[in-house]
T-cell receptor
């Protein structure tokens, strides 16, 4: 069965800390891995990764994919309270190339 | 920017009612999706559509149906609402052609069935 597993389930840090969120997957016909940020409403797209070892970066956020070990990490440096959200990892793959989501990591950044 | 609009942010209905959730996108996307999101379970795909009048079942279609009469609009229908359908419902869309593109989500409808 295709699955995406995120860890930790939740995390509390202080402003200025660096955090690493993990996403491992077992997905047949893997095509790409996506990260989303979800605050109170719509998940917003962060990154899409298709190749191993190539870091994607946007400001204080970065992500990398390891297709051999079947995982990805999302790093956030110098965290701010505005980074508080649920971070979702998803894979395109499976028999019908649908988006398969993990359960998310809830990040709380305290002042 | 892609805009995916869901008709209601919050909705309260009674058991047995027929419930319609509406979703409209303004970017001429071919593909549209309905998910429900529950704590500890993540997002689960209910139905999706790759074209007008076309629909395919997702992972949890039981108790739901959909309608896609126009390209921009994708409706989710709860034929006879039950309390276990209380959830956050999210609509999403992507362009056609290359499957694997990031999905753009609406703000969600938090549905409570009493």
């Amino acid at each position: 069965e295709d699955k995406v597993v995120q860890s930790p389930l939740s995390l509390v840090v202080h402003e200025g800390d660096t955090v690493t969120l993990n996403c491992s997957y077992e997905v047949t016909n893997f095509r790409s891995l996506l990260w989303y940020k979800q605050e109170k409403k719509a998940p917003t797209f962060l990154f899409m990764l298709t190749s191993s070892g190539i870091e994607k970066k946007s400001g204080r956020l970065s992500s990398i994919l390891d297709k051999k070990e079947l995982f990805s990490i999302l790093n956030i440096t110098a965290t701010q309270t505005g980074d508080s959200a649920v971070y979702l990892c998803a894979n395109y793959g499976g028999a019908t190339n649908k988006l398969i989501f993990g359960t998310g990591t809830l990040l709380a950044v305290q002042p | 920017d892609v805009k995916v609009t869901q008709s209601s942010r919050y909705l309260v209905k009674r058991t047995g009612e027929k419930v319609f959730l509406e979703c409209v996108q303004d970017m001429d996307h071919e593909n549209m999706f309905w998910y429900r999101q529950d704590p500890g379970l993540g997002l689960r795909l209910i139905y999706f559509s790759y074209d007008v009048k076309m629909k395919e079942k997702g992972d949890i279609p039981e108790g739901y149906s959909v309608s896609r009469e126009k390209k921009e609009r994708f409706s989710l229908i709860l034929e006879s609402a039950s309390t276990n359908q209380t959830s956050m419902y999210l609509c999403a869309s992507t362009p056609g052609g290359g499957r694997g593109q990031p999905q753009h989500f609406g703000d969600g409808t938090r549905l409570s069935i009493l």
